[in-house]
């Protein structure tokens, strides 16, 4: 399984852009995808995640913000980030947490980078 994470760019205040992660190869009916980010000099954190049941779950920092969502037929992970601050300037990861009875295996992508500009 692989994950190509893309969509980060340079936006002002107050913008949005929509992050995608494209992953390859089958992955388990039971699952969690996640976004995560790591701003410079900090460590990496939990974002937003969607379980396979289709319950999310979003940090306080960008709960009403942001938004979490799949598209099972062709694979890919989004994340919407609408009213962005300059304090989500960060390396943005996808994750993949599968399991099968007691295994579980993560899978992550490479990273794109969001600035924000204020």
């Known amino acids: 399984v692989q994950l190509q994470a893309s969509g980060g760019g340079l936006v002002q205040a107050g913008g949005s852009l929509r992050l995608s992660c494209t992953v390859s190869g089958s992955i388990f009916s039971s699952n969690v995808v996640a976004w995560y980010r790591q701003a410079p000099g900090k460590q990496r954190e939990l974002v937003a995640a969607?379980?396979?049941?289709?319950?999310?779950n979003y940090s306080d920092s960008v709960k009403g913000r942001f938004t979490i969502s799949r598209e099972y037929a062709k694979n890919i992970i989004y994340l919407q980030m609408n009213n962005l601050r300059p304090e989500d300037t960060a390396v943005y990861f996808c994750n993949v947490l599968e399991f099968l009875g007691s295994t579980s295996r993560s899978y992550w992508g490479q990273g794109t980078l969001v600035t924000v500009s204020s």
């Open positions: 969607m379980v396979s049941s289709g319950s999310e």
